[in-house]
């Protein structure tokens, strides 16, 4: 029987990076021993497949200053139960116009002015006690990326006493607070509470061993490397094998979220393409994409080159990605995309390496992505901001039919070597789990540590 775990922090969902990663790495475990406590702004979209038991953090956990408390949108507290036979439409938070409005005004407002990272808080109500000390988790897993949520992880750890567990999926510390007049106050004081939390976690995991090995210089922590792993079985049937360009267009893809670190790299690769086909070249950027924010797509349309794809389940991804010619992984090389996405590894790249269409990777050479697959040789990769080089890249990988065979085999290889999900899951599950007979050799002591102000 597996323990019984509490996630807070990410529920499960099959469009967003960590919720993709979470159901690959906790399928398997035994339903009634995993649990979700999240804020109830969060909770759409939300798979049942692993985890049906979920905490939505309401009212009487989630509460805004005033005047904030009187505008924002008011959850139940309690157990909130979801009919998989009525899903909800697919990622509509990112539609109407309180999602523009909190978003793209709202939010932005708070930051600018430096009350954002107080605006809200997170406690631990008696109904939400009541309901702990019934389910009784005997391990607490972190994904967290907000002030507050590091301030109620630091109350869960105290409250529960038990083993505890951080993921970090993206670099969020550096991102965190670099918008505004007090910026630099709120990023110090981030970093000393992201600190204490890391010093009450007992074990640290990160998304890429790039990231590993930055935290263990910045934050003196070890951290254990898990990438969202594959179901092998599920995509070697649609493997790619045949590399010969039959169609009257050529299609490079993109799969997967356009926004924060992920838009001009995006909009550079259309222009050289346009440019391209401008030299007689017949490609077409098809854009794979959960993100329905006009203000990224609007500009994305301008380019002749570019289809958005209707949307697709995730059991018709391995087809639509073998049969592509050209997989894209794209960065930012803005300062803030940078920090961003610095040590991170996108959640699809393990998924674009076992289709085995060949991957065109454009990112900063000091970024996670790049150095794997540079490192690897398992993708073809432009390293410079340069409209050129994108241009004389995608021409080469087009007239070479054999190296885009052996980025093919080598991507492949990789893959079921290293992010298969029966290997990594057994990992990861396995370390986990071992949490539980090391209870209290290394744990923090919370008598006499420091405190964190919740103000």
């Known amino acids: 029987m597996n323990p019984r775990i509490l996630i807070f922090g990410q529920p499960f969902n099959d469009f967003s990076g ?13 339903k009634g021993s995993i649990a979700v406590a999240f804020i109830g702004h969060g909770l759409y979209n939300v798979t049942t497949e692993i985890c049906d038991i979920v ?49 793209r005004y709202f939010y932005p407002f708070l930051t600018w002015i430096g009350i954002f990272h107080t605006a809200s808080k997170l406690s631990l ?40 567990v951080i993921h970090m ?17 709120w990023h110090n004081r981030i970093d000393r509470e992201f600190r204490i939390l890391l010093d009450h976690v007992d074990l640290h995991l990160s998304i890429s061993s790039a990231m590993s ?3 263990l210089k910045r934050y003196d922590k070890e951290f254990v490397a898990f990438h969202n792993p594959i179901e092998t079985t599920s995509w070697l049937p649609f493997s790619k094998k045949d590399f010969t360009l039959r169609d009257e267009y050529v299609s490079i893809l993109y799969s997967g979220r356009i926004g924060m670190g992920i838009t001009e790299s995006i909009y550079e690769v259309a222009d050289a393409i346009d440019s391209l086909n401008e030299m007689n070249f017949k490609i077409r950027l098809r854009i794979q994409t959960p993100t329905k924010d006009e203000r990224i797509l609007n500009p ?13 389940e995730l059991d018709q991804l391995p087809g639509i990605f ?28 393990s998924e674009y390496m076992i289709s085995g269409t060949p991957i065109l990777v454009y990112s900063p050479e000091e970024t996670a992505v790049s150095r794997f697959f540079i490192q690897n040789e398992c993708g073809y990769c432009i390293t410079r901001q340069d409209k050129n080089e994108i241009m004389k ?22 893959a079921r070597s290293k992010f298969s999900a029966s290997k990594v899951r057994e990992e990861f599950q396995g370390l986990l789990t071992k949490q539980l007979s090391q209870k209290g050799s290394h744990k923090v002591s919370h008598e006499g540590s420091k405190k964190v102000d919740k103000q």
């Open 322 to 349: 073998s049969r592509a010619d050209l997989l894209l992984l794209a960065n930012d090389f803005s300062v803030q995309g940078l920090d961003f996405l610095r040590f991170s590894m996108p959640t699809k790249a």
């Open 18 to 30: 960590g919720g993709i990663t979470l159901t690959n790495l906790f399928k398997g475990w035994e």
């Open 169 to 185: 999926m993206d670099d969020w510390p550096m991102t965190i607070s670099n918008k505004g007049i007090f910026k630099k106050y």
């Open 393 to 414: 890249a995608i021409q080469f990988l087009l007239e070479h039919d054999n190296y885009r065979a052996k980025l093919s085999s080598r991507a492949i290889n990789l």
């Open 125 to 164: 109500s008696d109904k939400l006690k009541d309901w702990l000390k019934e389910y009784n988790p005997e391990i607490l897993y972190l994904q967290v990326s907000t002030r507050e949520e590091i301030i109620f992880s630091l109350d869960l750890i105290g409250y529960l006493k038990i083993p505890s």
């Open 300 to 312: 994305l349309r301008k380019y002749k080159c570019v289809v958005i794809n209707p949307f697709a």
């Open 213 to 215: 090995e930055e935290y």
């Open 55 to 103: 905490y939505q953090l309401g009212g009487e956990e989630h509460k805004w200053i005033f005047p904030f408390n009187i505008i924002q949108r008011k959850f139940p507290s309690g157990i909130k139960t979801f009919d998989p036979k009525t899903p909800v439409p697919y990622n509509f938070i990112q539609t109407g116009l309180r999602y523009k409005l909190v978003n």
